[in-house]
């Protein structure tokens, strides 16, 4: 093969994000590629680049502000009210508000649009940014694991240079993302390679040619379940070809979505390492400026595998590197054989019976055939700067920031203005009588500061490795939620499911029959209710008990004998106690003084 100029972005940054335990899309798959490629020794032979981060402004070139907006601001502890209870931008379980979601998104779509640029400038032949093609995203929200599509991104940028791109898709998934921001221009063919029928997305059905000027530049090749090498070269090839010849595209963009290999978590191909590569190989002989993304692949060994095979291919490589795996930092992953190979299962393949894929050629030659033969655009020449940058003029994004910071700056003001408030508030009602040894308040406010102090570093490290600060899930729970999260009854997700419940009627812990997992009729506990904390068991001795306002105080005999009355036990109560009353007769339980040893309640029940 003759050598092409490759252009390869990587940052280090993206496998260090999660979108949670249990959730099947693993970032961390672009740094196990990216430290394959570099045992193999391809960096050397290609010009390594680490991508600018795409900002708000850049990604608002298909998405709608608000959207952006709304990326840049959510986390998961705001992401339930921010998405309106999962009504908007985040709908479903696919797309969890992860710990850096903007950052992983800016990372994602800066190396597509900076690999659109070099391409473009003339550069680079091939460009490769396996953290990209993420194709379900839509204009206004998140789908499929996709939450700012890179690909539309990319397509817009090569637009400004060349007349025709086209978009290949290759991952078992239909690029219905990809497919619906061009669904009316004719300046835009895209062709998908997907699995159709029960499956996600749903849409892709080969009678959906566009729309408007679009109508028949959306070319959809659904394929059935067991798809073979044979089989995807019989119909990649000739079609690819047929649009090739007859769009006469000046510009590539392949989405090599690897869930499309055998084995794949959640795909249903049989495709080998070699067979999916094939693509690769084929567009890389029309040499037509060639940008290959990434996409799905689930099962991450074989996802890395094949995405470092195809860097060879875009090298003209693939043939003289060794198939057994040099050692590198995620050697014992790929166990048992440990070889760049991605073998086909005994799966059956549905595609050639009844001559389905000859009758999908057909309708998809018929449809091209009824095109324009390469249709023109006006060009002209596109500045590589604004208008007012051009001319001098400071940039308009200074005043709109700066009102950003001002309103944060009145919001912030305002929110500990409250909290200091409310602060005195809780200070000024615990010092309402004398100083007790619990309630030191020069003590609290250290150690608040302190740990807010340890918070703050704790925050910083969880943003720059979020996968080791990831919050803890269930997974028990639904895909994407956390384990932390309200269930249906407003209480916080528990990990430890447990019988015992509050009963405020009986004010005791009282024990559900047929254990902790389901409902049936409440049985009081073996225990007590003191002082608002419960006191389990048969006998025991209490000396203190924390009450109702976070005071440490010791039971009285009232409340002893209130507590066992309520559960018909005898409870013999000996409390030596010296208490305060204040000048209503009434007992002050937050001013209690101890005697020279202890205060000593002792409590024993006989049921």
Not at 49 to 57: D, G, I, Q, T, V
Not at 344 to 366: H, R, T, V
Request: proline share 5%; charged share 25%.
């Amino acid at each position: 093969m003759s050598k092409r100029r490759v252009s390869y972005y990587y940052d280090n940054d993206v496998g260090l994000f999660s979108y949670g335990l249990g959730h099947p899309m693993k970032p961390h798959r672009m740094r196990m590629t990216h430290d394959l490629v570099s045992a193999y020794g391809m960096l050397d032979k290609m010009h390594v680049l680490r991508p600018r981060r795409a900002s708000p402004e850049n990604m608002t070139a298909f998405h709608t502000d608000e959207y952006i907006h709304f990326l840049s601001r959510v986390s998961p502890e705001t992401a339930e009210e921010m998405t309106l209870h999962g009504s908007r931008f985040l709908v479903g379980e696919d797309n969890p508000a992860f710990e850096g979601i903007f950052e992983f998104c800016t990372i994602s779509a800066g190396g597509s649009i900076d690999a659109a640029k070099r391409v473009a400038a003339g550069a680079a032949d091939i460009a490769v940014n396996w953290a990209g093609g993420l194709h379900h995203a839509k204009k206004r929200e998140a789908s499929g694991f996709c939450y700012v599509n890179d690909i539309v991104l990319a397509v817009l940028e090569l637009l400004r240079t060349f007349p025709r791109v086209l978009y290949v898709d290759i991952d078992c998934h239909h690029g219905d993302g990809v497919e619906e921001a061009f669904y009316t221009t004719d300046r835009v063919l895209t062709c998908s390679f997907h699995k159709f029928g029960e499956y996600f997305p749903g849409t892709g059905h080969v009678d959906d040619h566009g729309r408007d000027r679009g109508l028949g530049y959306a070319v959809n090749v659904p394929l059935r379940d067991g798809l073979t090498d044979g089989a995807f070269k019989s119909v990649f090839e000739p079609v690819i070809q047929r649009i090739l010849e007859w769009f006469q595209p000046s510009a590539v963009v392949l989405q090599c979505g690897a869930d499309s290999l055998s084995g794949d978590k959640l795909g249903c191909f049989n495709l080998t390492m070699e067979g999916h590569a094939n693509c690769v190989q084929y567009l890389r002989k029309s040499g037509l400026p060639l940008i290959l993304l990434g996409g799905g692949g689930y099962t991450i060994k074989n996802v890395s595998r094949a995405w470092a095979y195809e860097t060879a291919c875009a090298l003209g490589i693939e043939d003289t590197i060794d198939r057994n795996l040099p050692w590198n930092a995620y050697f014992e992953w790929f166990g048992p054989r440990y070889r760049l190979e991605v073998a086909e299962n005994n799966m059956d393949d549905c595609n050639p019976k009844d001559g389905y894929l000859e009758s999908i050629k057909e309708q998809i030659f018929k449809q091209i055939a009824g095109l324009p033969f390469a249709p023109s655009v006006q060009m002209h020449e596109v500045p590589g700067e604004s208008l007012g940058e051009h001319l001098g003029f400071p940039s308009m994004q200074v005043e709109e920031h700066q009102e950003s910071r001002e309103l944060d700056d009145k919001l912030g003001q305002q929110f500990r203005r409250v909290f200091n408030l409310r602060r005195n508030e809780s200070s000024s009602s615990s010092d309402d009588g004398p100083e007790s040894p619990l309630s030191d308040s020069d003590g609290e406010a250290d150690d608040d500061a302190r740990s807010a102090a340890s918070g703050s570093r704790i925050g910083g490290r969880r943003h720059l490795y979020p996968h080791r600060y990831a919050q803890r899930m269930s997974l028990l729970a639904p895909s994407g939620k956390t384990a932390d999260a309200d269930d249906e009854h407003g209480h916080g997700r528990r990990f430890f499911h447990s019988a015992a419940v509050w009963d405020p009627a009986l004010r005791t812990v009282v024990m559900r029959e047929g254990g902790g997992g389901g409902g049936g009729a409440a049985r009081p506990n073996v225990g007590a209710s003191v002082g608002g904390g419960v006191i389990m068991g048969a006998n025991m001795n209490v000396s203190r008990v924390r009450g109702l306002n976070g005071v440490s105080a010791p039971p009285s005999r009232m409340q002893l004998q209130r507590a066992a009355g309520a559960m018909d036990m005898d409870v013999d109560v000996d409390v030596d106690m010296d208490m305060r009353m204040d000048g209503a007769g009434r007992r002050d339980d937050d001013e209690w003084r101890d005697p020279p040893d202890a205060v000593d309640g002792a409590i024993s029940v006989e049921s």
